[in-house]
């Protein structure tokens, strides 16, 4: 049974930082491309980043380009989403989602097969 769990999200104030983590099981990490999204309420869900499977290749969304970072570590089967310059607009639930695709990093949700529950993020202004 795969799992993706999200953590460290929160609330911070407008110029923070986060770091997400999502701790992936039942599946083989280093085979998956990985991928965060968001939710903000009333809003449609959007991409923010995906990462290959080695984690040479990163994409981003425009609006975090610069000051998001995604990584992972596959020995340790977990992806990373560091936010710095928080702004009140990040305002989200964010999910990870994995891609058995692994050369991938896709930017539509379609292409991912298993989602995590999500963990809010809240940036105060």
């Known amino acids: 049974q795969v799992q993706l769990v999200e953590s460290g999200g929160g609330l911070v104030q407008a110029g923070g930082s986060l770091r997400l983590s999502c701790a992936a099981s039942?599946?083989?990490?280093?085979?998956?491309?990985m991928g965060w999204f968001r939710q903000a309420p009333g809003k449609e869900s959007e991409f923010v980043a995906a990462?290959?499977?080695?984690?040479?290749?990163?994409d981003y969304a425009d609006s975090v380009k610069g000051r998001f970072t995604i990584s992972r570590d596959n020995a340790k089967n977990t992806v990373y989403l560091q936010m710095n310059s928080l702004k009140p607009e990040d305002t989200a639930v964010y999910s990870c989602?994995?891609?058995?695709?692994?050369?991938?990093?896709?930017?539509?949700?379609?292409?991912?097969?298993?989602w995590g529950q999500g963990t809010q993020v809240t940036v105060s202004s």
């Open positions: 989602a994995a891609d058995r695709r692994f050369s991938n990093a896709a930017r539509t949700r379609g292409e991912y097969d298993y």
């Open positions: 039942g599946l083989t990490f280093s085979n998956y491309a």
């Open positions: 990462i290959n499977w080695s984690g040479k290749y990163t």
